[in-house]
C-alpha cells in the first residue's frame, strides 16, 4: 500500500492480503481489467463480448479478431446473450437465412417482430 | 486500450479521526485502522460533496501534478480497502450465523455460592432489578458439582490447551473451602489431560484472611476486588444489611492482599452509581492510597426508572468528563513510555490493537458459561439462578436449543440499530444481562448507552492515534505485553 498506512494488525492483514493478491494477479491468467498494472492484451483482441461493446486494444474496432457485427451472429446462434437477440430454436428460426457469411452479409439481418 | 472505468464513486463505511496533527480512520467492517496520507484525504474531501466519476478524480488529481498511472493505483488501493466504493454498491445484508454447537469452552464462571455477606443495594443479584429465583435451591455448591463442572469444562474446551475458571459469588468467600477443593482438582485433572488451567475470583474482600491470600498467592489466583473508592463512596451502597458501611472492614484486608500478593495483579472493579461518579478521585484512592494494580470502572445495570442508584443524564456526563480527565492520565503515562491502570483505556486498546470484530457482545454462551451452585448452567455469572435462562446443567451438557436461541439474538447482525454504528465491531450492541434488565430481550440492543460507547470509542481512537505517532513503541510493547501481537 502507497497511502495508507496500515496501523493495527487487522489493517496489516488486509495490506498482506491485497499485497498476495497483486502477486497473484501477475502469475494467473484471468485479471480484472481495472488493475493496476494492466493485464497484457494481445493486440486484435476482444476484451469485452458485450455486442455493441467491443474494442480493440487500440480501442477501435479494426484490429478484432472477428468484426464486431459478427459477435452479434454468434449470439444468435450458440444463445450467447438469448435475452436481446431473436431466438433460433422456437420463434425465429429464419432470423439469420439471409446472412450466409456474417462478416459480409450482417446487413441482411433484419428486426424481429414477435 | 481497455474499456474505461464508467463508475461513480461514494465513500465507504468509515470514522474518521485526528490525532496529534494527523489523518485516521476506522474502517467497521474490517475493525481496521489506517493512517492517511494527504492525496487520500483530498479524494474523501471530495466525495465529501456526492459521488463524483473515476475519470473526474483521475483527471483531478493529475491537475494537482500526479502521474496518471499513480492516481489509478490510488483510487483502486482505497477502492480495494473500500474506503470508496462504486455508487451504486449495496452493502450486504448483515448475516447472523451461530457459531457451531462443539465451539470448544474456554472458560467457567463457578457460582460458588449465591449467598452474600453484604446488601449492595444495586446489586443486580438481590437488588430491585434482581432476574434470579434462588428459592429453594441449592446456596453453596458442593464439591461434587465443582468437580463434575471442572471435568465438563476440560473435556468442552476439545482441543485447547489452557482454561480458566473464575470463581464468583454471592461473596466467593463463603465458600472457601470448595474454591480450595476445586483449584486441587482441576490442577491434576489437567496436569493427567496435558492441559493447563488458570484461575481468576471476585470478591467484596471482608472476608479475605492471611491463609486465604497466602492460597491465592501461591496458586497464582487473579483477584478483582468489587470496591466502590473511598470510605464515603464505599459506605453509601456497599453495605452489610444492618446498613453498616465495609470500608472499614476491607481496608487492612486489601492493604494485606496488595503486599502478600504478587503473582497476579490486583483489580478493582468500581460500579458508578448515583452520587458515586468521581472517576478520577476514586480512581487516585484505589490506585495511589490502596494500591490496587489496575482499576476498571462501569456505570451500575438498571431498569429505565433507575431506581435511586441508577445514573441519570448529569450523572452520566459526570461520568464521561471523568473518563475524559482519567484517560488524559493514561496517554500521558504511556507517552512516556510508563501504564498507566485505568484499565478501561486497556480494554478498549487492546481491542483496537488486535482489531476485534464481535459477531457478540462477549463471550457469554460461546466459550464461556456461568454455572450455578446446583450445577445449573447458564450464558455467564450474572444469569445465574435465573431459571428463564437456564442453559442445560453440567451432568447433560449444554441445552443447544436454547444456547442457539440466544447466540442468535445476541448476534450483531441481528440487532438492526447496530448496522449503521461505526462503534459495532467493539460493542456489538453490549451486555446480554444489561439489555434483558432494561428491555426484557438479551438480544435488545443497549441503546441507552450507545452515544456513550461512541464516545468512549472515539477517545481511544484518538489516543490511538496520538501514540501511532508519538510514541508507536509503546504501541508495540503494549501489545507483546498484553499476547496481541
Known sequence: ?114 | MTAPLSHRYRMGEMHRFGAAGADFVYMPQAGAIFALDEATHGVLARLGDGPVAHGDLVTALVDQGMPGSDAEGLLRELRQVRLIEAEHVVARAPVVDTPPEDFPLQALVLNVTNQCNLACTYCYEFGADKISTQTGKTKYMTPETAKAAVDFLLESAKGREAVHITFFGGETLMNFRLLKEAVAYADARAAELGKRVTYSMTTNATLLTDPIIDFLAENAVGVTVSIDGPAEMQNARRVYKSGKGSYDVILPRLKSLIAKHKTRAIAARVTLSAGVTDVVGIYHHLKHEIGFHEVGFAPVTTTDDGHDFGLNGDGMSAVLSGFHALSQEWLEYALRGQMHGFSNVSETLSELVVGTNKSHPCGAGLGLLGVSPSGDLSPCHRFTDADEHVMGHIDSGVDQAKRSDFLTRGHVGAKYECTSCWARPLCAGGCHHEAFVRYGDTGHANLHYCDWIRQWTDRVLDIYGTLAVRNPEFLERFADRKGLS
Not at chain 1, 474494442?55 to 444463445?79: F, H, K, N, S, W
Not at chain 1, 422456437?90 to 446487413?107: F, G, L
Request: glycine share 6%; with cysteine; proline share 8%.
Open chain 1, 1 to 114: 500500500m502507497k497511502h495508507l498506512k496500515p496501523l493495527n494488525a487487522k489493517a496489516r492483514r488486509i495490506d498482506a492480503d491485497l499485497t498476495a493478491i497483486d502477486a497473484a494477479a501477475m502469475e494467473e491468467d484471468v485479471v480484472a481489467l481495472q488493475q493496476a498494472p494492466r493485464p497484457h492484451v494481445p493486440l486484435g483482441c476482444s476484451l469485452s463480448f458485450s455486442p455493441g461493446w467491443e474494442v480493440d486494444g487500440t480501442g477501435g474496432t479494426a484490429g478484432l479478431c472477428q468484426p464486431a457485427e459478427r459477435d452479434i451472429y454468434d449470439c444468435y446462434v450458440t444463445c450467447f446473450w438469448p435475452v436481446q437477440m431473436a431466438d433460433h430454436v422456437n420463434y425465429s428460426p429464419d432470423w439469420a437465412s439471409n446472412c450466409a457469411a456474417a462478416t459480409k452479409d450482417w446487413r441482411s439481418l433484419d428486426v424481429v417482430f414477435p
